[in-house]
């Protein structure tokens, strides 16, 4: 890859980042991969070097570093060779904090902050539902408010959520809740509330079912069921009916760090597989001589380049937009998914090339292509479908008619 | 002696991990675009440093630490090794910008160090016992001649025992042996002194406020970088050549008395 346009400061964090993934080899997420374990030796290593916090304010034990830096911390994991598992493992602790950060009150950034960076606590994402993914404005989950007999509000939690991430593993989640019908409010996204709350796996109304899933099987996917499960009233972050709001502020966001992460896994297939064509002898000479294997691989290059000024473009205005009023934050809507979109792209490229230019080693194990590729889909979907952002540019930027 | 002043010289080199190509003038490896990070020695001997501060390890009776200067004498870009060792924990930073062209060789290295640790007022000198690069392996121990200060070579354990002793474990052959000196000194290090730490988040951000000077050659009263070797060809090792397979043990025997092996 190109490190032309980076900044000092993002080439320390890529290198920094690079040597302690060093550490975590491809034998390490292979077992956890085959195994289903989860990585929590790199979740330690990363809080123990502080790493959880590059994108949180420095009052809170952060260091205060912008969603650039942040992208080139996720892209790098995810080159190491620790892929989207890699990255999966500590993505919502770097990125859901942010709006306890931003809306948070004094008490739950202290009590919360410091704790994630720390690595004590985990943290996980709680808003897609088996009846509402990308429509989360229809979100079934309700979060009631109750007083308890001391006297002390709480908020009673019912519903179903799926896709969790670190559910399993997680201390706390930043839950969205429907806290009034649809039909009382003005607009459908005032009946939403945002929560961080506890997870007491022991608590009544708590249970989490585990995912079995084609990629990234070292971190937990779950649903989670919430029937009546009881929380403080505090946990609710900023006011009732602004939890969307809120959400929507971090997702431009997740698409850069997505990106990011997409970028890596390309960029490891891309590298390995040119390290293949170079040593594979086939016919007494290297099969990287072959343009038939040559070209697909010099095309993926480009296309993951591309991709890569597309995304650090999209975390520039990002970063940008908390001092440059001119910046709009549609500006930045098209900048990031567009660059979720081409990165994944890219992304699945590369790892489809790198399977196909191992042959039949691709399909073994050993060789690391076969995991990386089962991972790429991950960017392709999540967090927001290839389909959505064509409809999204589409309406947004070329004014077409909302087909939906 | 009322503190520690502690010198640690750190070179950039290529990194350990590249596999060095000879270039097509054969005059030198080539080292453009190809990656460079710290002499590892070097990142053992800041590490040293640090956990002499920290009273860690072997020095739980070590005088305080009054400061730790990293210091590198190299191209613009030895500047990134130097912020590296003041991320693990260096306190400042000197670089002496000296060209590609113009680079040192061991002597001129230590007679400008004697220089540094003159100005610096530094009382002990912490080095790697050599560099991945050239391998010279000499720097330390021709500080050590020009100061007139004791020296302990390739230390796998250093123990500070008190204000002014220092305890240093060399591993020879057939096992260890221990030597004592007082302040000041010349240490040297092995691989086996200490696993160094990676450099934090937080730590990168704080020595990004640390000092870092930038100086030339002229400013230690050196006018010229007094090479006096000239590098008459630099090629690959020969290929190796393929093995033979042998049948049995028999088998073996015979092919090395052949070769003239038994």
Redo the contacts between chains.
Sequence with gaps: MSTTDFTETQLQVREAVRTLCTHFSNEYWRARDETSTDPHAFHSALAKAGWLGIALPERYGGSGLGISEATLMMQTISESGAGIAGAQAIHANVYATQPLALFGSEAQRSDTIPRIIGGEWRMCFGVTEPGAGLDTLRMGTVAKRETDHGDRSEYVISGQKIWITCAQVAQRMMLLARTKARGEVEKPSQALSLFCIPLDRSAPGLEMRRIKKMGGRAVDANEVFFDGYRVPADCLVGKEGEGFKIILHGMNAERCLLAGEALGLGYAALARASTYARERNVFERPIGMNQGIAHPLADAYMRLEAAKLATYHAARLYDASKTDETISQDAIGIAANSAKYLAAEAAFTACERAVLTHGGMGYAQEYDVERWFRECLVPRIAPVSREMILNYIGEKVLELPRSY | MSGLRILVPVKRVIDYAVKPRVNRAQTGVETANVKH?MNPFDELSIEESVRIREKKAHHAHAPPVEEIVAFSAGVPKSQDII?TAM?MGADRGIHVVVDEKDALEPLGVAKLLKKVVEQENSNLVILGKQAIDDDAGQTGQMLAGLLNWAQATQASKVSITDQTTVEVVQEVDGGVQTIRSKLPMVITTDLRLNEPR????????KA?KKVLDKKSLADYGIEESGVRLKTVKVCEPPPRKGGVKVEDVDGMIGKLKELGAL
Excluded: D, E, G, V
């Excluded at chain 2, 990676?198 to 730590?203: H, T």
């Design positions: 990070s912020r991320a990676y450099a934090s988040l937080p730590n990168i951000m990004k």
